[in-house]
Nanobody, 133 residues
Framework: QMQLKESGGGSVEAGGSLTLSCTTSGWTYSSSCVAWFRQGPGKEREVVANFYTGGAISTYYDDSVKGRFTLALDRDQRTLYLQRNSRKAPDAAMYCC?????????????????????????WGQGTQVTVST
């Protein structure tokens, strides 16, 4: 049973740095698709970034975060990170990490294709990011 737990949210400055963590347990990372989603006020849940843990050909980033966010996996710590690097508009939302070890899902993920939330089996509870002015 895969388990995920997010942390790192809270109040951030509009142009400040942001690093979210997703601590995982229950799987080996050999063939999985892992992703970060977010849901802003009054909006649908949308994928931020996803990649294949077995050696991705490409990492998917939504256009809204491309060039600003970086997704990374620390295998030793079993933690998935989402880092915002660019000082730009705030990204206030509830951020969730998700994963699937379905072959259909990770194969698509491996190619850098956008993950569909209905194909991600395991979800964390989320961490809220708000913006201070």
């Amino acid at each position: 049973q895969m388990q995920l737990k997010e942390s790192g949210g809270g109040s951030v400055e509009a142009g400040g740095s942001l690093t979210l963590s997703c601590t995982t347990s229950g799987w080996t990372y050999s063939s999985s698709c892992v992703a970060w989603f977010r849901q802003g006020p009054g909006k649908e849940r949308e994928v931020v970034a996803n990649f294949y843990t077995g050696g991705a050909i490409s990492t998917y980033y939504d256009d809204s975060v491309k060039g600003r966010f970086t997704l990374a996996l620390d295998r030793d710590q079993r933690t998935l990170y989402l880092q915002r690097n660019s000082r730009k508009a705030p990204d206030a939302a509830m951020y969730c990490c998700a994963a699937s070890n379905s072959r259909k899902t990770w194969y698509s993920c491996r190619l850098g294709t956008r993950a569909d939330r209905k194909d991600l089996t395991f979800w964390g509870q989320g961490t809220q990011v708000t913006v201070s002015t």
